[in-house]
């Protein structure tokens, strides 16, 4: 057997293996039976792990007519789980203004700290129009006529063609194994979902009950480390503020096993806190809570500016190396500059090597 040959044939095995592990669907259904499906919770909203629903009164407008007037819009994403539920995964601004006209929507999505449509970054929030049922259409940038009518002033043909209006849904399938579903699900958002990884593991491990996950977010609204981060909405919108902690928690005392794929090493992270029962969430806690107590002592309000890679590595070195600095704080003033003025550090390619060498700083007084 020829090494070509036995490629090809490895190469079979494998896409035969992958194809029965997961799947998905694409399927053609109307505004209707969508929103029957949603009344009956048979179709699951959970907007406060969607990207976005910050849309103008004229967006959405644009497209109660373009339903009208049988115009294609993008397909949305669901998961279907083993009951046969479905869980929107994407495409929660179609739905959300679709059920919201019809006066069916019954979540508050104007509470929501969702990131802003990237053509709508310049707009304030009194020029964004969130959750009203039964709200109001504008003047269409086709159909004119539609200015200042709502769900109970419309023709009841119009109604009609609204419920009976189509929308492409993509379900996916998989068996039950947690990394094949994210794997899918990042796939997709790869292809046009624009997720960072931290909000595709926000999305992803909503209904698990993960541990790490609720503590990233919990001390994601640490009031310490809020001020010496100093994030921007749309970092936090982005979830970059969640992302740093967990990159603080993953790594600290767990670099060994890391590889060049900070991403993979996350995920596996998370997913095996699912299944541990007796996660050290505490333990994770005051560390985390001691680090940011010794920092804010010392009233150094640029301790990350300007600093790349600085929160994970000075947060990590610092927190395993503590009890060198607790009663020091002129040797952590110190300390700290040495670090930030690094040329090794400075030079390290690769979290591990930047983790470690962080290490190295905070643990040798003589450096």
Same mark, same amino acid.
């Given at each position: ?55 103008? +009164? ?57 990131? !802003? ?5 310049? !707009? ?35 109604? !009609? ?15 039950? +194994? ?130 790349? +890679? ?58």
């Amino acid at each position: 057997m020829t090494p070509v040959f036995r490629n090809i044939q490895a190469l079979e095995q494998e896409v035969a293996r992958q194809s029965i592990r997961l799947s998905s669907d694409i399927i053609t259904v109307s505004f209707g039976v969508l929103m029957n499906l949603y009344k009956n919770k048979e179709l699951i909203i959970q907007p406060e792990y969607q990207r976005l629903y910050r849309w103008t +009164n004229s967006q959405k407008t644009a497209l109660i007519e373009s339903i009208l007037l049988s115009i294609p819009i993008p397909p949305i994403f669901v998961a279907e789980d083993e009951e046969g539920i479905w869980e929107l995964m994407d495409g929660l601004p179609i739905l959300a203004t679709v059920f919201s006209f019809f006066g069916e929507l019954n979540i508050d999505v104007s509470k929501l700290d969702t990131p !802003l449509d990237a053509e709508n970054n310049d !707009l304030s929030d009194e020029d964004l129009i969130f959750n009203t049922n039964k709200w109001e259409l504008e003047a269409g940038g086709l159909l004119k006529g539609l200015k200042g009518f709502n769900i109970d002033t419309l023709p009841q043909k119009y109604k !009609l063609l609204l419920k009976r209006g189509v929308c492409r849904v993509e379900i996916l399938r998989s068996e039950n +194994n947690t990394n094949i579903k994210y794997e899918l699900f990042k796939r997709l958002n790869s292809l046009g979902m624009s997720l960072n990884p931290q909000e595709v593991r926000t999305i992803f491990y909503r209904n698990a009950d993960s541990a790490v996950m609720s503590l990233v977010s919990e001390l994601s609204q640490h009031p310490i480390f809020k001020k010496l981060t100093n994030l921007s909405a749309q970092q936090k919108r982005a979830r970059y503020d969640q992302e740093l902690i967990l990159r603080f928690v993953a790594f600290l005392n767990k670099i060994e096993p890391m590889d060049d794929n900070t991403e993979h090493y996350l995920n596996h992270f998370v997913e095996k806190s699912i299944h541990q029962i007796d996660f050290p969430s505490m333990y994770y806690k005051k560390s985390f809570n001691d680090t940011l107590q010794l920092l804010d002592s010392l009233n150094d309000g640029t301790l990350f500016k300007n600093q790349n +890679n600085a929160f994970e590595s000075m947060m990590v070195g610092l927190a395993q190396n503590i009890e060198k600095y607790k009663n020091n704080s002129d040797l952590l003033r110190q300390k700290i500059q040495c670090f930030k003025n690094d040329v090794l550090f400075k030079q390290s390619v690769g979290v591990k090597n930047r983790l470690q060498r962080a290490n190295q700083i905070f643990s040798d007084l003589n450096l």
